[in-house]
């Protein structure tokens, strides 16, 4: 665990085996263009396709796996109240349709569940190897700064989802990622 800039940055946490798997996963799953839930898609700002990856049995080992890496970044670099993980989001950048993400936040409630406590702290998890695609930065602004997340596969990067970030064009290739919200009670 590292704090470069505004990510917190955990190297390791997933075998080379684990994350085929959860590339084997993604892929299986049925992947839908992202959109807002009133309708109006991301059009404009985002060019993705994405499938929920839900808690189950085939599942139960990811989830432990990044729970346990939530609370040691959280402790140690944002100490934010937490109660949950939202449901992950697999995302694939490429192909066809290209891809991208302009500036935008994570903070607040998931319009699919009004029930759950706001996005607090965002994660992306790279599923793809740096040499698989060009372009397609992870890129958080938490200043004055932009850092750009590490590419190696296999690397968790973890930032307060009231930071604004982007994912820049994608030029060639394809990248995967699997994104993760931790929720807890309102900022005060």
Partial sequence: MALSGALAVWRGLFS????????RLGDSLALEKAELSNGRGYENIRSTKVAWVPRGPDTENVYAKVEQAVLEL????FRFDLSALAAMQYALYGGPEGG???WHKDYGRDP???SQEPRKLTLSLQL????????????VRGGNLIDTAPRERGTLVAFPANMLHQVTPIESGIRRSLVIWAVGPDFR
């Fill in 112 to 114: 699919h569940d009004p």
């Fill in 100 to 102: 991208h993400f302009e």
């Fill in 16 to 23: 080379t085996a684990e994350l085929d798997a959860l590339v």
């Fill in 128 to 139: 793809s190897d740096s040499a698989d695609y060009k372009g397609c930065d992870l890129q």
């Fill in 74 to 77: 959280n402790a140690r670099y």
